[in-house]
Each structure stands twice: as structure tokens, then as C-alpha cells.
């Protein structure tokens, strides 16, 4: 069977440095918030070139700590895409505040940038932008005009890491940006962890005490009530290991992208092209069957030939059981055309050029 992802696989080359790690993590005798996790921190923000990095527990909790971290009044819309599994929505709805859904472009799987600027109002305050799949878009343009209308900027980069416009990372556009380490990210943990990255001062302090109890110093909230989300000492080490390899990983899965853009060819399908500038790392490969009547067949074709697959995301938020009575007059045309056509076939870097071959047969002979 070729898996969607082969973790053990991944892993593998670094297992004993991996072990390394772990013997000294466990004679240091600082487990929580020691080296490990500000010599990450530090590396971290230098890769996407912010003056700072908050570590904590992962992607979801980096996003809730970050919409908290703007201190917005209460009742305020945040703008976020319904195309990306709810993770903005659920940030959004913890913090008890209001997601108002815009559609993706008609081209693409990202907020469509005019959409979010024809839905401002006065109460919206903060807008979340999902670099989807590892498709990076330029933000320069939006934060301009956000900018004087107050309105922050936050990006989900959780798929995204490494990807750029020119020398400029994802997670360097906006006022602030969160990423998630989950194991199969392009950087991925060996269980869950999350950062925040930006140049804010004033949220890079507000995040400092969310993800630690509201803190100012120890035992004394200072102005917010948090919580705890820490990165552990143990996955910051692991990334340790893995950051100074992500671009090599990355270089990989945009080769096996390239592979498949080019190869398939089957009619059904449609493939949407992009920049091969770095501005699209891979994270996910999605194909889209023309007829969404197609879908639950090829996953079954694929099943057959022992190809994995996914569907990266069938619902979109506004639909999902437990707030669908509140949107129900919403309706997103893109989003739901991509909600119902899109199939992730397998993209990783330890994918054999036989595999990606075997794929790309298989799916033209369908
Ligand atoms: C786009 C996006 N945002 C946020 C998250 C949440 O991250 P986590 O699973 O670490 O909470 C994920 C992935 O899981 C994601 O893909």
C-alpha cells in the first residue's frame, strides 16, 4: 500500500540523532520551557524572518491564543476562509467572538482577497488567511489596506511552512501568523506542537502570557486569563533536529508535484497549475474530478490499487453540525465546488519516483 503518508519512514533517518536528544533531555532535568524550546524559538523565527517566536501546544491552540492576543471587543467578526477543516472557526468560536465566511477565489483554495475587502463592516477586526495545500499567497496588498482600517491580519501557515514569494516567508505577511506541527506537517513533530510568529511587540507579549496561565510574572495574571499550551521540551527537540532539513524535504514534494502536473493527464481530472517560484511547498496534492458524482469512485479505484488517498476537506464550516442552524443562509460557490471535487493523493518526500509513477499510471488509466 502506498500511504498518504509514511511517518515511520520520515522519521527514520533521524532516529538516532532522535535518541541523542532524548539522553540528554533526560539528565538535563528541565522539562518544561528549558533550551530545547527557546533554541527552536530562536531558530524558528529566523527561518521566517520575524523578530519573534512563541512556541505552544499546537496549531489550534496557536490560533485561539493568537485571536485572543488582539483583544477584541466582544461581539467582533473575524473573516476566515470554510475550506480548512474549522480550525480558524473553532478559534474563532472559543474566544467567543464571530466568524463571518468569505469565499475562496474561483481559481484557487485561498480567500479570494477582493471577497474579504467587500465584506468588511465596522465590526470586523481581525481577518484569518489559510495558506491552503502549502499555496502561498502574496499578502502585501491585503495588509495594506487592512492597515488603515484597523483590521488584523492573522495567517494560518499551518501548511505552509517555508513557502515564500520571492524571499518573503509565509508568516511574515501579517501582523501575526500560526503554524502547526502536527507529525505530518512539512515540519512535523513527533506528537503535537504550534508557534506563533510576528513582529507585533505588544501580541508577542500577549501570547507570551496567554499560553502561560496569563502570567506576567509566576503566579501573578497580569491582565488576561490564559492557559496553559506550552510546546514540550521533547518535540522542540525533535524539530531541532528536522528544521535545518526542511527545505531539502520541501525541494522534494514541489519534484513529485511537478511530476504529477505534468503526467497526469487522465480528463476527468483538473489539476490547478502554480508558480514553481517556491511559493507552493506541497504540503497537500489535490486533484479535482470534473464531476463530483467521480469522487467516491476513484478513491474506491484508488483503494483497489493500493493507492492512499483523502478528501482535504468535504464539509465546508458553515455546514458542520454544530453551528450549520446559524449559517443557514450561507452559501459559498467555490468553496462548496472544492469541498465537493477535491481528492489528496499521496505527496511526501520519502515518495519513490517508482510509487509516483505507479500513481500517475494508474490514475490516467481510470
Ligand atoms: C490549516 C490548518 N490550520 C490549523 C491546524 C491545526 O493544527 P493542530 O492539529 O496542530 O492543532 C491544521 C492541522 O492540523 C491545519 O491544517
Redo the contacts with the bound molecule.
Keep these: 500500500m502506498i500511504q498518504i503518508n509514511n511517518l515511520k519512514q520520515h522519521n527514520e533517518p533521524f532516529f538516532a540523532q532522535y535518541e541523542a536528544k532524548f539522553q540528554s533531555f533526560l539528565r538535563n532535568g528541565y522539562y518544561i520551557l528549558g533550551d530545547e524550546v527557546r533554541s527552536f524559538e530562536t531558530a524558528f523565527s529566523n527561518y521566517i524572518g520575524t523578530q519573534h517566536c512563541i512556541s505552544v501546544a499546537?496549531?489550534?491552540?496557536a490560533?485561539e491564543l493568537t485571536v485572543r492576543a488582539l483583544q477584541l471587543p466582544q461581539g467582533s467578526e473575524v473573516i476566515t476562509a470554510a475550506n480548512?477543516?474549522m480550525?480558524?472557526t473553532i478559534s474563532i468560536l472559543n474566544s467567543g467572538l464571530k466568524p463571518k465566511f468569505v469565499d475562496i477565489s474561483a481559481d484557487g483554495y485561498n480567500l479570494d482577497i477582493e471577497k474579504v475587502l467587500a465584506a468588511l463592516t465596522a465590526t470586523t477586526k481581525a481577518v484569518i488567511f489559510?495558506h491552503?495545500y502549502g499555496r502561498g499567497t502574496n499578502l502585501d496588498s491585503l495588509k495594506k489596506e487592512l492597515s488603515k482600517k484597523k483590521v488584523f491580519l492573522i495567517e494560518?501557515c499551518?501548511?505552509a511552512h517555508g513557502c515564500r514569494i520571492g524571499d518573503k516567508k509565509m508568516g511574515s505577511f501579517g501582523d501575526i501568523a500560526?503554524f502547526?506541527?502536527?507529525p505530518t506537517?512539512n515540519l512535523g513533530a513527533l506528537g503535537?506542537?504550534?508557534a506563533i510568529t510576528t513582529n507585533n511587540s505588544k501580541l508577542f507579549q500577549n501570547v507570551i502570557e496567554l499560553r502561560q496561565y496569563g502570567w506576567g510574572k509566576k503566579y501573578h495574571l497580569k491582565e488576561m486569563v490564559g492557559r496553559n499550551s506550552r510546546l514540550d521540551e521533547l518535540q522542540a527537540a525533535f524539530l531541532n533536529t528536522k528544521l535545518p532539513h526542511l527545505d531539502k524535504f520541501n525541494a522534494r514534494r514541489i519534484e513529485i508535484a511537478e511530476t504529477y502536473l505534468k503526467g497526469i493527464t487522465n480528463s476527468k481530472l483538473l489539476i490547478r497549475k502554480w508558480n514553481n517560484d517556491g511559493s507552493y511547498v506541497a504540503h497537500l496534492f489535490p486533484v479535482e474530478v470534473k464531476d463530483p458524482a467521480l469522487r467516491p469512485l476513484l478513491a474506491a479505484y484508488l483503494g483497489e490499487n493500493k493507492i492512499g488517498c483523502d478528501i482535504h476537506y468535504p464539509v465546508p464550516d458553515y455546514k458542520q453540525t454544530p453551528i450549520k442552524t446559524l449559517f443557514e443562509s450561507t452559501r459559498l460557490e467555490n468553496t462548496e465546488d472544492r469541498c465537493n471535487k477535491v481528492l489528496t493523493i499521496p505527496c511526501y518526500p520519502e515518495l519513490e519516483n517508482e510509487n509516483v509513477k505507479y500513481i500517475i499510471e494508474k490514475i490516467n488509466k481510470w
Design positions: 499546537n496549531g489550534t491552540d490560533i480548512a477543516a480550525y480558524s489559510t491552503l494560518d499551518a501548511q500560526t502547526s506541527f502536527y506537517k503535537d506542537g504550534g
